[in-house]
Protein backbone atom coordinates (compact mmCIF):
# COMPACT_ATOMS: atom_id res chain seq x y z
CA UNK A 1 0.00 0.00 0.00
CA UNK A 2 1.36 3.09 -0.86
CA UNK A 3 2.21 5.96 1.79
CA UNK A 4 2.02 9.97 2.18
CA UNK A 5 5.72 11.56 2.56
CA UNK A 6 5.89 15.16 3.25
CA UNK A 7 9.42 16.60 3.82
CA UNK A 8 9.45 20.03 5.25
CA UNK A 9 12.53 22.06 4.48
CA UNK A 10 13.99 25.42 5.71
CA UNK A 11 15.56 26.14 2.16
CA UNK A 12 15.48 25.50 -1.52
CA UNK A 13 18.60 22.61 -1.84
CA UNK A 14 17.64 21.37 2.13
CA UNK A 15 15.02 19.25 0.64
CA UNK A 16 17.94 17.11 -1.24
CA UNK A 17 21.25 17.60 1.06
CA UNK A 18 19.43 15.81 3.51
CA UNK A 19 16.84 13.35 2.35
CA UNK A 20 17.30 13.25 -2.05
CA UNK A 21 18.17 9.56 -2.11
CA UNK A 22 15.19 8.29 0.54
CA UNK A 23 12.70 10.72 -1.32
CA UNK A 24 13.76 9.13 -4.90
CA UNK A 25 13.23 5.45 -2.80
CA UNK A 26 9.71 6.21 -1.80
CA UNK A 27 8.99 7.40 -5.36
CA UNK A 28 10.05 4.38 -7.06
CA UNK A 29 8.07 2.19 -4.70
CA UNK A 30 5.46 4.35 -5.39
CA UNK A 31 4.52 6.40 -2.88
CA UNK A 32 2.88 10.25 -2.82
CA UNK A 33 5.96 12.31 -2.12
CA UNK A 34 5.61 16.11 -1.09
CA UNK A 35 7.27 18.87 -0.06
CA UNK A 36 6.99 22.34 1.65
CA UNK A 37 10.33 24.89 2.02
CA UNK A 38 9.40 27.20 4.52
CA UNK A 39 12.29 30.66 3.61
CA UNK A 40 13.34 32.07 0.45
CA UNK A 41 16.83 30.78 0.43
CA UNK A 42 18.62 33.94 -0.44
CA UNK A 43 17.38 36.92 0.77
CA UNK A 44 19.60 37.19 3.63
CA UNK A 45 22.58 37.32 0.87
CA UNK A 46 23.85 41.02 0.62
CA UNK A 47 22.54 40.34 -3.32
CA UNK A 48 19.83 38.70 -2.42
CA UNK A 49 16.71 39.94 -5.21
CA UNK A 50 13.15 39.15 -6.05
CA UNK A 51 14.70 37.55 -9.25
CA UNK A 52 17.24 35.15 -7.43
CA UNK A 53 14.03 34.28 -5.49
CA UNK A 54 12.07 33.19 -8.43
CA UNK A 55 14.83 31.71 -9.81
CA UNK A 56 15.57 29.67 -7.14
CA UNK A 57 12.00 27.94 -7.01
CA UNK A 58 12.09 27.06 -10.55
CA UNK A 59 15.41 25.02 -10.11
CA UNK A 60 13.60 23.31 -7.05
CA UNK A 61 11.30 22.64 -9.07
CA UNK A 62 13.30 21.25 -11.89
CA UNK A 63 15.22 19.36 -8.93
CA UNK A 64 11.76 17.86 -8.08
CA UNK A 65 10.85 15.97 -10.96
CA UNK A 66 14.36 14.40 -10.60
CA UNK A 67 13.55 13.47 -7.25
CA UNK A 68 10.01 12.06 -8.27
CA UNK A 69 7.93 15.12 -6.03
CA UNK A 70 4.18 14.90 -6.56
CA UNK A 71 4.30 18.83 -5.32
CA UNK A 72 6.38 21.55 -3.81
CA UNK A 73 4.96 24.02 -1.72
CA UNK A 74 6.82 27.21 -0.85
CA UNK A 75 5.87 29.08 2.14
CA UNK A 76 8.26 32.11 1.17
CA UNK A 77 8.91 32.93 4.92
CA UNK A 78 12.17 35.26 5.40
CA UNK A 79 15.32 33.77 4.87
CA UNK A 80 17.50 32.83 8.06
CA UNK A 81 15.35 35.13 9.86
CA UNK A 82 12.32 32.53 10.89
CA UNK A 83 13.52 32.88 14.74
CA UNK A 84 11.61 36.70 13.73
CA UNK A 85 8.25 35.94 13.14
CA UNK A 86 6.12 33.67 15.33
CA UNK A 87 6.88 30.01 15.85
CA UNK A 88 2.80 30.17 15.69
CA UNK A 89 3.17 31.71 12.32
CA UNK A 90 5.93 28.67 10.79
CA UNK A 91 3.97 25.81 12.68
CA UNK A 92 0.91 27.42 10.95
CA UNK A 93 2.51 26.72 7.64
CA UNK A 94 3.19 23.11 8.41
CA UNK A 95 -0.12 22.84 9.62
CA UNK A 96 -1.96 23.59 6.77
CA UNK A 97 0.07 21.14 4.83
CA UNK A 98 -0.67 18.21 6.80
CA UNK A 99 -4.13 19.36 6.40
CA UNK A 100 -3.85 19.00 2.70
CA UNK A 101 -1.54 15.82 2.36
CA UNK A 102 -2.04 13.87 4.93
CA UNK A 103 1.48 12.59 5.32
CA UNK A 104 1.92 8.93 6.71
CA UNK A 105 5.54 10.04 7.36
CA UNK A 106 7.89 13.00 7.84
CA UNK A 107 11.30 14.15 7.32
CA UNK A 108 12.34 17.38 8.32
CA UNK A 109 15.73 19.16 10.16
CA UNK A 110 17.80 17.83 12.87
CA UNK A 111 17.09 20.12 16.50
CA UNK A 112 20.14 21.49 17.04
CA UNK A 113 21.85 22.12 13.58
CA UNK A 114 24.07 25.29 13.32
CA UNK A 115 20.95 27.41 11.17
CA UNK A 116 18.28 29.01 12.89
CA UNK A 117 16.10 28.17 10.54
CA UNK A 118 16.73 24.57 11.03
CA UNK A 119 16.13 24.42 14.10
CA UNK A 120 12.93 26.73 13.65
CA UNK A 121 11.74 24.45 11.29
CA UNK A 122 12.58 21.13 13.92
CA UNK A 123 10.29 22.97 16.48
CA UNK A 124 7.32 24.21 14.17
CA UNK A 125 7.15 20.72 12.81
CA UNK A 126 6.86 19.10 16.42
CA UNK A 127 4.30 21.46 16.95
CA UNK A 128 2.29 21.14 13.93
CA UNK A 129 2.09 17.53 15.01
CA UNK A 130 1.14 16.87 18.23
CA UNK A 131 -0.86 13.67 18.58
CA UNK A 132 -3.80 15.88 19.39
CA UNK A 133 -4.00 16.66 15.32
CA UNK A 134 -6.21 14.16 13.58
CA UNK A 135 -3.25 14.67 10.48
CA UNK A 136 -0.50 14.25 12.46
CA UNK A 137 2.18 12.09 10.93
CA UNK A 138 2.21 8.09 12.69
CA UNK A 139 6.70 8.63 11.57
CA UNK A 140 8.51 11.69 12.08
CA UNK A 141 12.19 11.73 11.17
CA UNK A 142 15.22 14.24 11.72
CA UNK A 143 17.51 14.55 8.75
CA UNK A 144 21.52 16.17 8.87
CA UNK A 145 22.10 18.77 6.38
CA UNK A 146 25.62 19.63 4.97
CA UNK A 147 27.11 22.65 5.36
CA UNK A 148 24.65 23.19 8.67
CA UNK A 149 24.67 20.05 11.23
CA UNK A 150 28.42 18.98 10.51
CA UNK A 151 29.10 22.92 11.55
CA UNK A 152 26.90 22.63 14.69
CA UNK A 153 28.72 22.73 17.86
CA UNK A 154 30.52 19.81 19.40
CA UNK A 155 29.52 20.18 22.95
CA UNK A 156 26.13 20.11 22.78
CA UNK A 157 23.90 17.74 21.30
CA UNK A 158 24.89 16.32 18.39
CA UNK A 159 23.50 14.25 15.30
CA UNK A 160 22.88 10.60 16.72
CA UNK A 161 21.53 8.79 13.70
CA UNK A 162 19.52 5.39 15.10
CA UNK A 163 18.13 4.80 10.74
CA UNK A 164 19.85 4.15 7.88
CA UNK A 165 18.07 4.16 4.25
CA UNK A 166 20.07 2.83 1.96
CA UNK A 167 20.50 4.82 -1.18
CA UNK A 168 23.08 2.98 -3.28
CA UNK A 169 21.11 3.04 -6.43
CA UNK A 170 20.08 6.39 -5.87
CA UNK A 171 23.10 8.57 -4.68
CA UNK A 172 23.67 9.82 -8.42
CA UNK A 173 20.70 11.06 -8.90
CA UNK A 174 20.73 12.39 -5.83
CA UNK A 175 24.02 14.43 -6.80
CA UNK A 176 22.24 15.10 -10.34
CA UNK A 177 19.22 17.21 -8.15
CA UNK A 178 21.54 19.10 -6.36
CA UNK A 179 23.51 20.23 -9.63
CA UNK A 180 20.08 21.93 -10.82
CA UNK A 181 20.71 24.66 -7.57
CA UNK A 182 23.69 25.91 -9.76
CA UNK A 183 24.64 29.06 -7.34
CA UNK A 184 24.48 26.70 -4.54
CA UNK A 185 26.54 23.68 -5.04
CA UNK A 186 30.61 24.52 -3.39
CA UNK A 187 34.01 23.06 -5.14
CA UNK A 188 35.35 20.28 -2.78
CA UNK A 189 36.34 20.14 -0.12
CA UNK A 190 33.37 22.69 1.01
CA UNK A 191 30.57 20.10 2.36
CA UNK A 192 27.96 21.32 -0.24
CA UNK A 193 29.80 20.14 -3.38
CA UNK A 194 29.03 16.65 -5.30
CA UNK A 195 31.92 15.28 -3.60
CA UNK A 196 30.85 16.26 0.16
CA UNK A 197 27.64 14.20 -0.77
CA UNK A 198 28.97 11.28 -1.48
CA UNK A 199 31.82 11.19 1.15
CA UNK A 200 28.92 11.49 3.60
CA UNK A 201 26.91 9.24 1.79
CA UNK A 202 29.64 6.65 2.16
CA UNK A 203 30.66 7.40 5.52
CA UNK A 204 26.89 6.30 6.58
CA UNK A 205 27.05 3.41 5.12
CA UNK A 206 29.91 2.25 7.14
CA UNK A 207 28.21 2.91 10.04
CA UNK A 208 25.50 0.16 8.73
CA UNK A 209 27.20 -2.22 6.19
CA UNK A 210 26.41 -0.57 3.17
CA UNK A 211 27.62 1.37 0.38
CA UNK A 212 25.58 4.63 0.53
CA UNK A 213 23.32 5.24 3.18
CA UNK A 214 21.59 8.31 4.28
CA UNK A 215 21.25 8.63 8.00
CA UNK A 216 17.98 9.75 10.42
CA UNK A 217 16.99 9.89 13.56
CA UNK A 218 13.53 8.61 14.64
CA UNK A 219 11.54 11.08 16.39
CA UNK A 220 8.62 9.30 16.82
CA UNK A 221 6.71 5.99 15.62
CA UNK A 222 3.28 5.30 16.43
CA UNK A 223 2.60 1.60 15.42
Request: charged share 30%.
Amino acid sequence: MSKRILVVAAHPDDEILGIGGTVINHAVKGDETYCLILAEGVKSRESGTDEEVKELRQQGLMAGKILGYKDIFFAGLPDNSLDTISLLSVAKEVERCLEKIKPDILYTHFENDLNIDHRIAFRAVTTASRPCNNNCPKEIYTFETLSSTEWQGKNGQKFAPNCYINIENTIDKKIEAMKKYKNEMRKYPHSRSAEGIKILAQYRGLECGLKFAEALQLVRRIV
